[in-house]
Every structure is written in structure tokens, then in C-alpha cells.
């Protein structure tokens, strides 16, 4: 069955504390996985997308790594603008699209 | 540059009203896709069009939703008779035509927040 599952759920971290949030897929041929930041009462907004194993995007504070397994969203030395949910999609064969559950992600100053 | 508008921001109705969501896709974009999103099941596909013609409608989840795209530019999803159970939020988002390695990303819109009471 095809399932995207994301980890951990919530985290707090303070503001310049790095870390990692992770998407593991299983799914019948990636077509692609993104990335997307959501906001309270906004729609999810794009960030990356990744292709092939190996791939890596980055944007400021952000770094998007894949693997034929999961994908990571590295956070480095965050900001509190930086707080939302962060939510992994996965497009597969036969047009199917998945999207994980979302890392809320809250710094703190 | 406008981004997909959805329209209402906000409903709130009585069960066994019927609800319209309305959605003006990024111009240009020629993929359109519904999705509702709760707390429980967090983000869910309902469907998906592709130059205005339903590709994958597997999500819908009864007879009692239906959605069309009349043309390029604006699309429905019909709920008919409401629920409380369907009450969340439901977003619209576009994507451009594949090219090259393809699968564009979706834009999405700030949805439409649904209560049935």
C-alpha cells in the first residue's frame, strides 16, 4: 500500500538549534517528492521538489536531501519565522499524489 | 503575479444545504486539483483535472460530491446534501504543463473553510 509517513510529528527547537525533519515513502514508482511549508490558515507553499536518489535542494536555512527511501528537510541554526508545518508529498505512478501528516515545527528565540 | 483565488474564505451552513466552492486556477497552469484537509486525515486528493478533463476522481469520496472544470480558468466542487462530517477545510491548487523531467509542483490557494452545522 502506498503511504507517505512523516517524523516526528511536532518539535521545538530554540532558534540557531539544527536538526532534521524526516519523510519515508513507500510507494509503486516515486515520480517525484516535494516539499512544502504551511502556515496557519494558508495554503501549503512550495519549496522543493527531488527526483533521484542522491538529489539535494537548497534554500537558506534549508536543506532537502532524498534517498530510495526517505527524504530529509535539514534545518540549519533556524529562525523563529522558520515555525510552521512542514508537509512531504509524493507523486507516484498512474497520476497518484500522497501527502504526509506534517512536522509542526515551532523555534523559540 | 495572482496565485490560485478560492472563493468563499469561509462558509458555514446547515446540514442538507447544498455548498458550492469555487476556485480560479494560476493562469497558464493546465492541472487542477481538490483536496480537503482535516486534523484527523490530514491532507487528502479528491481530484484531479488535466487540461479540464477529470483524470483520477478516486478520492471523491460519495455521490454527494461532484466537482467540474468548465473551462481553464475556474472550477467547482459541489457538495449536495452537506454533512457535518464534511465540514474542513478544502484547497485548490494548479500546476504548470510538465516539461522536461516534469512533474511541476502544485500551487496551492488558502482554501476554503467549511462548517456544516
Known amino acids: 500500500e502506498d503511504q507517505v509517513t512523516q517524523s516526528p510529528e511536532a518539535l521545538r527547537l530554540q532558534e540557531g538549534e539544527s536538526s532534521s525533519l524526516n519523510c519515508s515513502y513507500t510507494?509503486?514508482?516515486?515520480?517525484?517528492l516535494f516539499w512544502y511549508r504551511q502556515d496557519p490558515g494558508k495554503g501549503p507553499e512550495f519549496l522543493f521538489t527531488l527526483y533521484s536518489a542522491g538529489e539535494e535542494k537548497e534554500k537558506e536555512r534549508l536543506k532537502a536531501t532524498l534517498t530510495k527511501k526517505e527524504s530529509f528537510l535539514h534545518i540549519t541554526a533556524p529562525k523563529p519565522e522558520d515555525s510552521a508545518t512542514y508537509l512531504c508529498a509524493v507523486r507516484a505512478n498512474f497520476n497518484k499524489f500522497y501527502f504526509g501528516s506534517g512536522t509542526k515545527l515551532n523555534v523559540k528565540p | 503575479d495572482a496565485g490560485v483565488i478560492q472563493s468563499p474564505r469561509h462558509e458555514v451552513t446547515e446540514m442538507g444545504q447544498e455548498v458550492t466552492l469555487r476556485c480560479k486556477p494560476i493562469s497558464g497552469h493546465n492541472s487542477l486539483f481538490w483536496y480537503r484537509q482535516t486534523m484527523m486525515r490530514g491532507l487528502e486528493l479528491l481530484i484531479y483535472?488535466?487540461?479540464?478533463?477529470?483524470?483520477?476522481d478516486s478520492g471523491m469520496p460519495e455521490d454527494r460530491f461532484s466537482a467540474k472544470m468548465p473551462n481553464a480558468s475556474f472550477s467547482t466542487l459541489k457538495i449536495q446534501p452537506s454533512e457535518p462530517r464534511d465540514s474542513a477545510v478544502y484547497f485548490c491548487?494548479?500546476?504548470?504543463?510538465?516539461?522536461?523531467?516534469?512533474?511541476?509542483?502544485?500551487?496551492f490557494g488558502d482554501g476554503t473553510r467549511l462548517s456544516i452545522l
Open positions: 491548487a494548479s500546476s504548470d504543463r510538465e516539461r522536461g523531467q516534469g512533474n511541476q509542483p502544485q500551487h
Open positions: 483535472f488535466n487540461n479540464n478533463v477529470p483524470i483520477d
Open positions: 510507494v509503486s514508482g516515486l515520480r517525484g
